[in-house]
C-alpha cells in the first residue's frame, strides 16, 4: 500500500538541497544628501559684534526657559559627542558642523561638544571660526541654545550646544524645555 501510494522512487546521489529560486536581496534606501538649506534658517540680517579671542559665547532661542542656559553651563544634560573643527578652513568646518549636527540629531544625541579653537593665529585677534560658529549656530533649526564649555573642556575655545532632539525621538521625552 505505501510502495502504491509513493510512486517510483529515485535514489539521490547527495544530502544537500539545492533551491533554484535566486537570493532576493533587501533594498538599501539611497543616502541622502546633506544641504545647506535644509538645516539653517532663513539668513538672519541681525549683525552680531565681532568676538576677539577670550571672549565667551552665549545663545539660547526664542521660548526656550531662562534656566537651560544655566544648566547647559552646569554640565546638567551631560556631553553626547564631540567634534574637533580647530585648524579648518571655514567652508571645510562648516561642511564638517553640518553632518556631524545631522548625526548628532539623528542619533538622539542632546548635547554636544564642539572645539574650535581660540583664534591665536587669526588677524586682528578676531577668530574666524568662533565668529562663524556663533552666527551658523543661530541659524541652524535644531540648535536650541549653546554656550562657551567651562575651562577644563575648553573654556573660551570650545562651545557645548543642545539641540532640539529629532521628530522619532518626541514620544521619547517626558521633559519640557
Known amino acids: 500500500m505505501f510502495r502504491n ?3 517510483k522512487v529515485q535514489l539521490i546521489n547527495s544530502d544537500k538541497v539545492l533551491l533554484n529560486q535566486p537570493v532576493k ?4 534606501p539611497k543616502r541622502q544628501q546633506i544641504t545647506i538649506d535644509d538645516y539653517f534658517l532663513a539668513h538672519d540680517d541681525t549683525v552680531l559684534e565681532k568676538l576677539s ?3 565667551t559665547l552665549s545663545f539660547s532661542a526664542d521660548g526656550l526657559q531662562k ?3 544655566k544648566r547647559l553651563r552646569q554640565g546638567y544634560f551631560g556631553q553626547d559627542a564631540e567634534i574637533d573643527l580647530h585648524g579648518l578652513s571655514s567652508a571645510a568646518a562648516k561642511q564638517q558642523l553640518i553632518q556631524f549636527l545631522h548625526h548628532s540629531v ?3 544625541r542632546r548635547c554636544v561638544h564642539i572645539i574650535h579653537g ?3 593665529r587669526s588677524p586682528d585677534n578676531h577668530p574666524v571660526l568662533k565668529n562663524n560658529l556663533n552666527s551658523w549656530l543661530r541659524q541652524h533649526r535644531y540648535v536650541l541654545a549653546f554656550c562657551s564649555a567651562p575651562p577644563r573642556h575648553g ?4 562651545l557645548v550646544v543642545l539641540l532640539q532632539l529629532a521628530e522619532k525621538y518626541d514620544d521619547l521625552s517626558g521633559e519640557a524645555y
Open 106 to 108: 539623528e542619533n538622539g
Open 5 to 7: 501510494t509513493v510512486g
Open 155 to 158: 573654556g573660551a575655545g570650545a
Open 118 to 120: 581660540k583664534g591665536y
Open 67 to 69: 534656566n537651560v542656559l
Open 53 to 55: 579671542i577670550e571672549d
Open 25 to 28: 536581496t533587501k533594498p538599501v
